[in-house]
């Protein structure tokens, strides 16, 4: 008897009382939303389950609290038409550090002449920038005229004359102090020519008065000692040691490649300019500075005017590359950009004394992992590049990077909480429930009336 009336007062209880089957009725548009409604309700189960075990990215600003005193600086960058040879890499800071000509943790590996996409390796230290004095011969006329002056002729109509012989030419300009050594070894070296009998002929051009010759012929330093073949450039600028025995060797070598050989390297060396890849591994004091690619050389003085510092950064970023991977893997795409901005773009210089300034702007970002907990520093940065006229100097490739104050700071929150996750689902479900139902009696209600009439 209790059981019973404890029966019947929690039927009295009840809130979802049933309506007998045989006072209901189904129709087809109600089967058709009846299916889309659980479609609907799976598919959001789904999406709010994903995000419940995935997780949010928490944003937050903040001062940057940093104290490490230094900063990584990975860098590579492909030089067009700069050659290895007069490649230098200086490092300059706000606190008056001055670092020339950096070698350290500093690779450069040479590109083929013309060839922007393929680079023979070849090690930092192989282009000796130190040359021995140059050496005189004794009793010789410092004064005496040799060499062909070629100054004031047509250039590549005297090449022609001389068919398929060879000729070495040096490219010279008057205000050079390097020049000015070379000068006397290079007409006592041109008597020796002379006095062997070498089927060679021996040639100077001053380029303060062929300045258009110099150009086609992409001479950007003094001296620069080329050999040719009849009008092709029969092997790489001559790069050794400035002595009357040392080109004579040079020529008695060179000269002596099988003509086929000779023609392929000239087809292939025809007006092109050697490149480079500067690649680059540094630790800088972590205030403002500069990073500065430009051409030098101990024993060459470089021609702004044909400097060509175009370039293409191959990858440039701040930080350990370890964590700049970590903070990609789990920052949001639309940020991902920012870790590395200025990564395969390519940069050209359209005129003479042209340089590239690329202006960073540094800011220090901190992802937080909840779960296990963890977290590592990056930092990503905001780039603008601009090109100026920088005559008289000598062009370059200058990186001015400043850090930001503030911190961005990133965190996983660990995805909602089990009771929002269970709320979400239950107001999605009846949600879905209630409004397709109300269509469904609309519809319903719609059709009964015209059909009455």
Known sequence: MRSLVFEMNLSDLDLFRKIPRDFTKGTKPGGFLSIAAIVLMVVLFVMELVAYLRGDVKFNVTMDGNRDPDIKVTLRVQMFELPCEFTAL????????????????????????????????????????????????????????????????????????????????????????????????????????????????????????????????????????????????????????????????????????????????????????????????LSLKRVPGNIRIHAKSGSHDIEPMTTNVSHKILNFGFGPTDNRGHLLSHIPKWLAPYTDPLDNLDFVTTKGFMSHDHYLKVVTTRWTQTFPFKQNHGYQFTSASHTYE????????????????????????????????????????????TVIGLMDTALYATVKRMNKN
């Not at 004095?133 to 022609?160: T, W």
């Not at 012989?165 to 300009?173: G, L, P, Q």
């Not at 996983?412 to 269970?422: A, E, I, P, V």
Request: net charge negative; with cysteine; charged share 25%.
């Open 90 to 281: 200086d490092v300059y800071d706000y606190l008056g550090t001055t670092r020339l000509d950096v070698q350290q943790n500093v690779f450069k590996n040479r590109i083929a002449a013309g060839d922007s996409r393929h680079g023979m390796g070849r090690p930092l230290g192989f282009f000796d920038d130190h040359m021995p004095p140059i050496q005189h011969e004794e009793g010789h006329d410092p004064n005496k005229q040799v060499s062909l002056d070629l100054s004031k002729v047509d250039f590549m109509s005297h090449l022609e004359q001389r068919g398929d012989k060879f000729s070495f030419v040096n490219f010279y300009a008057g205000w050079c102090s390097h020049c000015q050594r070379l000068k006397p070894t290079w007409e006592a070296f041109a008597e020796q020519v002379q006095l062997r009998r070498m089927d060679i002929a021996i040639y100077k051009v001053d380029c303060v008065h062929q300045a258009s010759v110099c150009n086609d012929q992409r001479v950007m330093a003094y001296p620069t000692l080329r050999l040719f073949k009849g009008t092709k450039v029969y092997q790489e600028d001559y790069n050794g040691d400035r002595t009357v025995d040392a080109f004579i060797r040079f020529l008695e070598s060179k000269t002596g490649v099988h003509p086929e050989v000779a023609k392929t390297l000239a087809d292939e060396r025809q007006h092109k300019v050697e490149g480079c890849i500067v690649s680059a591994s």
């Open 390 to 433: 920088n005559a008289p100097n000598v062009p370059e490739v200058k990186f001015s990077f400043d850090l930001s104050p503030i911190m961005i700071d990133m965190s996983d929150s660990g995805g909602k909480r089990w009771y929002d996750f269970l709320t979400s689902v239950c107001a999605l479900v009846g949600g879905i429930y």
